[in-house]
């Protein structure tokens, strides 16, 4: 009892990036790359259906690089003002310049973006958060329909897919 693919998994579905509100470092540049020596206040809004469905404000400072920081600054979905502070992290590429990361707070690590999830209260990471991307559960739209019928035809799920896909 309990083999592989077994039990209700198929009711728990993962979130998709594509349904949170994301900031992005180089949202945060202006148009351009981040660069050290900036002090700059902004705001970000998502739509979605024509209207705005989310909206915040950025104060961010990377005057010294070593301190250097964003704080954000939006409402959570049961009116609560919430203020997050996030590091920005500096690395030197290979190329030269600098290149400014987020340092995630439920994980500590080196982030180009942070996610506010339906229902969430605060921006963390992919990881944090558990996020798929829309693309990947597309591409396993099928795998129970393949076990399914591998089961039945006494063949692995791969067999079965390859064959209806074209593959052999």
Do not use: Q
Request: proline share 5%; hydrophobic share 35%.
């Amino acid at each position: 009892m309990g083999g592989k693919g077994s039990g209700r998994t198929y009711l728990v579905r993962k979130t998709a990036v594509e349904e949170c509100c994301e900031v992005a470092v180089s949202d945060l540049a202006g148009g351009g790359p981040l660069r050290p020596g900036v002090r700059r206040r902004g705001g970000l809004a998502w739509c979605r259906g024509g209207g705005v469905v989310f909206a915040l404000g950025y104060a961010l400072d990377t005057a010294d690089p070593a301190a250097a920081a964003v704080r954000l600054g939006y409402a959570s979905a049961g009116g609560e003002e919430i203020e997050e502070v996030f590091r920005l992290e500096v690395t030197r590429p290979n190329y030269g310049g600098v290149r400014f990361w987020f340092t995630c707070p439920g994980c500590g690590r080196r982030r180009r973006k942070l996610y506010l999830p339906p229902r969430r209260r605060l921006f963390r990471c992919r990881e944090c958060y558990d996020l798929t991307y829309e693309s990947c559960r597309e591409s396993h739209r099928y795998d129970r329909l393949f076990a399914e019928l591998g089961e039945a035809l006494a063949l692995p799920a791969a067999a079965v897919e390859a064959v209806i896909k074209g593959g052999r």
